[in-house]
């Protein structure tokens, strides 16, 4: 009787248990959706934290410059106490990467195993972006950490290129792609450079200034300060001859002059012209659409 109960119970555990899928199985499945840019499959698979699911998305993995390629899965320790461990390697633009997977079989009883992934494959990272400009990741707007830490954010996702875009016309990220791969100290750092909108904003910008300050015939703060320091004098008239071109600095923050002309008639004497090539370069800020310049001291 009691072997006839043993025999059952081994016949019913072989039919439960034979055909369901083992941890290795269930481990190359998972990362084959996460190649696949499957997010919300993975997610089933090794639900992540509420909080850190914002960009766990198909959207945003499926719209990655390139996923992960080339997986191979490595058992490092047996799944006969319910627990196995798996190394993982994989190809991610040029470079290897490695990563840990453990699994565990929460089935009880009788039931069919039932291997479960315990540790995502995800890397929360710090994204700090200089000048604290906004940016979007592979469609979607970053949030920042905190207004005391302009530019910073913190982002969780799984391993891929992401492509990086600015919110604002007169700026774009470099590099405009993060590769994010299994890293013990993720950090990216990305600067912001000028775009030819912020150029072309600032060089109609100065035109417009520097012709209404050569039709002044009072001191004006927003004025270069040698066109002001000649107003001192005897009140000359300054014509504009040709208007100077401006360069940008490279992160879009001061730009300088090249070129241009003025001439400068004294009041007292209208035959006694001078030529003034300015010299002067200034400084941009940028807030949202709004783009201001001020003349700095030479």
């Known amino acids: 009787m009691v072997a006839a109960l043993i ?14 899928p083992s941890a290795q199985e269930v481990a190359e499945e998972y990362l084959e959706h996460i190649a696949r840019g499957e997010a919300a499959a993975a997610n089933e698979m090794a639900p992540p934290d509420a909080d850190l699911a914002t960009l766990l998305t198909d959207d945003v993995l499926s719209s990655a410059v390139e996923r992960i390629s ?7 320790s047996g799944a006969d106490d319910g627990s196995a461990t798996f190394d993982v390697t994989y190809r991610l633009a040029g470079n290897d990467y490695s990563g840990t997977l453990e699994l565990e079989d929460r089935s009880s009883g009788w039931a069919p195993a039932a291997w479960t992934v315990v540790t995502p494959l995800v890397q929360t990272l710090t994204l ?22 302009p530019g910073s954010h913190e982002v969780t996702l799984y391993p891929a290129v992401y492509p990086l875009a600015s919110l604002s016309t007169f700026f774009a990220p470099r590099p405009d792609a993060m590769v994010l791969g299994t890293d013990p100290y993720p950090a990216h750092d990305i600067d912001m450079v000028p775009t030819a909108a912020l150029s072309e904003k600032v060089q109609a910008l100065s035109d417009a200034l520097l012709r209404n300050c050569a039709d002044r015939t009072a001191v004006a703060a927003e004025c270069p300060r040698d066109m002001n320091w000649e107003l001192w004098e005897d009140r000359p008239r300054w014509t504009v001859v040709e208007l100077p071109t401006i360069t940008l600095a490279d992160d879009g923050t ?9 001439t400068l008639t004294p009041a007292d004497d209208t035959s ?10 200034g400084r941009v800020t940028v807030d949202g659409d709004d783009v201001a310049i001020t003349f700095a001291e030479p």
Not at 7 to 20: D, E, K, L, P, R
Not at 70 to 76: C, I, L, S
């Open 128 to 149: 700090q972006v200089a000048g604290g400009a906004r940016v979007s990741l592979s469609g979607v707007a970053l949030e920042q950490v905190s207004t005391e830490r």
């Open 272 to 281: 006694a012209v001078e030529t003034y090539v300015p010299r002067f370069p």
């Open 70 to 76: 080339e997986v191979e899965v490595t058992p490092r």
């Open 7 to 20: 025999a059952a119970g081994a016949a019913v555990w072989i039919a439960t248990h034979v055909g369901a």
């Open 254 to 262: 001061a730009f300088f002059v090249t070129g241009g002309s003025f």
